[in-house]
């Protein structure tokens, strides 16, 4: 996947973990509240946990 995915956090908090694709270093921990907005380039892995359930509305870069 080359392009950026887009994420909203509609509720509670989602802890990211984000590592470089290819060195598989940390590049962040990012913790998501509610009406948070990211932009998770191609360059990178990403994983998110919640300790309880929570709603995060995904949205790929559409290619024109």
């Known amino acids: 996947n080359d392009r950026v995915e887009w994420f909203l956090q509609l509720s509670d908090e989602i802890y990211w973990e984000v590592e ?11 913790v998501m509240k509610p009406g948070d907005v990211s932009a998770m380039p191609a360059d990178i892995r990403h994983q998110g946990f919640a300790p309880k359930r929570s709603m995060l509305k995904f949205t790929p870069t559409r290619q024109l």
């Open 20 to 30: 470089d694709r290819d060195a598989g270093g940390v590049r962040a921990r990012v």
